[in-house]
């Protein structure tokens, strides 16, 4: 909080350096413009001419009226890069799971090619197979992210993130069991998804600032899919009439189960110790939080580097390599899973474990949503492919619990294990049944009300 003798320091500096004032300002309109413009294209609808969705919704319609016939030969090269990437720059040799996704990565250019130039077996040709996978995930997707990032980095560099964590700072403990840095990793997750979050909890794990169990609570509790895939999601399901009360129902239900499951076995029994004994002092959190929360955001906001540069970068390192790596993975793990879906009971066996609660919860095709709600482990994106010709409310419920599950084996789960984080892939499991079937229960009861 401000004093009398801190305000006079200011203007006393204002006066002397006038520069200082004038980066202060630079600040105060960077975090407030750049973080409510960001805000506003990732959430708010804007209808033009007929269509009423969020701005980069119309952006993805233009860019598809515009170069419709080239786009799917634009997704096959991001993924062919995805799998020829780890190999140029050597990442494959690093560890057995980074040789293992280079593999997948490779199989996966392999399968754009035969979904672009229709060659191939007849069973992987099939419209509900490669054809299907391809037009409506990969090619979404490519085009998502680069348009997306534009308000990622709005959101992420100028200062709307330090602001939250701060004023989030009291909840946290309280309902959560975590530090306030946590807000920062949630925020992380919801706006540049669940590979970030994690690093940056593992990072803050051997630090000392997190200890296990608050590791573990957070890596698999607020690590979910970014915002870039709820759209996807969304958009598949055609639920993007609906995006607000979908997003925030997703955002909603993630972080209640989390409190949730952050109190009951496994998470419950995993020691609350430091990695390495190391243990850093948290944050003072004493005097008015908006007040600190605010001049965070500004200062974050001054320290940033030009909006021109920024997203320059962005574009440089994430953009391109986020929709390489994504949609090469995505086309081999997805094709396996809906192989593995149509021709194998193992997702029908899992699906008996989700069945009683699906029937319970009155669920207009109880057994459709319990198996989609099986097959989430496997790929998050299955789920939705296999609603999508379903009820409002089942597409609604599986939407959201496909997200609110957070672990599967595509990605989360790989990249979760190859932490310092301790946790067992046993108990990774035990995690994802109580958060699909808690996901379950609480998605039902917003679907009901708001349908």
């Not at 319609?61 to 890069?81: D, E, H, R, S």
Request: aromatic content about 12%; glycine content about 6%.
């Amino acid at each position: 909080m401000k004093t009398e003798s801190s305000d006079l320091d200011m203007d006393i500096e204002a006066e002397v350096h006038p520069e200082v004032y004038a980066d202060r300002k630079t600040g105060i309109f960077r975090f407030i413009f750049f973080s409510l413009l960001g805000l506003f294209i990732m959430f708010v609808d804007v209808k033009i001419g007929d269509t009423s969705t969020i701005i980069i919704q119309h952006i993805i319609n233009l860019i598809k009226a515009t170069f419709g016939p080239v786009i799917p030969y634009y997704a096959l090269v991001m993924v062919l890069m995805g799998g020829i990437i780890p190999l140029v720059t050597g990442v494959w040799k690093k560890s057995k799971f980074d040789f293992g996704f280079t593999v997948i990565k490779v199989i996966g250019g392999v399968i754009g090619i035969m979904a672009v130039f229709e060659v191939g077996p007849a069973v992987l040709l099939d419209p509900n197979m490669i054809p299907f996978l391809y037009n409506l995930i990969v090619i979404p997707i490519a085009l998502m992210i680069p348009v997306t990032l534009i308000s990622l980095v709005l959101i992420l560099n100028y200062g709307v993130l330090e602001f939250l964590s701060i004023f989030l700072q009291p909840v946290m403990r309280k309902i959560w069991k975590t530090p306030g840095e946590s807000a920062l990793d949630a925020m992380i997750s919801f706006t540049g998804g669940y590979a970030i979050a994690v690093l940056v909890t593992n990072n803050l794990y051997k630090k000392g600032v997190y200890t296990a169990k608050e590791s573990v609570i957070i890596a698999t509790g607020f690590s979910t899919v970014s915002v870039t895939f709820l759209v996807v999601i969304a958009n598949t399901l055609n639920l993007m009439e609906y995006w607000t009360a979908y997003f925030f129902s997703c955002f909603a239900i993630t972080f209640l189960v989390t409190a949730i499951t952050a109190r009951i076995y496994p998470i419950s029994k995993v020691p609350n110790d430091y990695y390495e004994n190391k243990h850093v002092e948290h944050i003072d959190f004493s005097g008015n939080i908006f007040t600190r929360a605010f001049n965070a955001g500004v200062e974050a906001a001054r320290k940033s580097k030009s909006l021109g540069k920024n997203i320059i970068d962005y574009y440089k390192g994430d953009a391109i390599k986020m929709s390489a790596a994504v949609t090469a993975s995505i086309l081999t793990i997805g094709l396996a899973g809906l192989l593995l879906s149509e021709y194998t009971p193992i997702f029908d066996m899992v699906a008996y474990i989700f069945y009683p609660f699906t029937y319970l919860l009155k669920m207009p095709e109880p057994m459709l949503a319990a198996k989609a709600a099986g097959v989430e482990i496997a790929e998050m994106f299955i789920p939705a492919l296999l609603v999508v010709k379903s009820d409002i409310i089942t597409k609604f419920v599986t939407g959201v619990v496909s997200v609110s599950a957070i672990l599967f084996f595509s990605a989360s789960i790989p990249c979760l294990l190859s932490t310092d984080i301790p946790v067992k892939l046993k108990d990774i499991i035990i995690i994802w049944i109580e958060r699909t079937i808690l996901s379950l229960v609480f998605a039902v009861i917003v679907a009901n009300i708001l349908f």
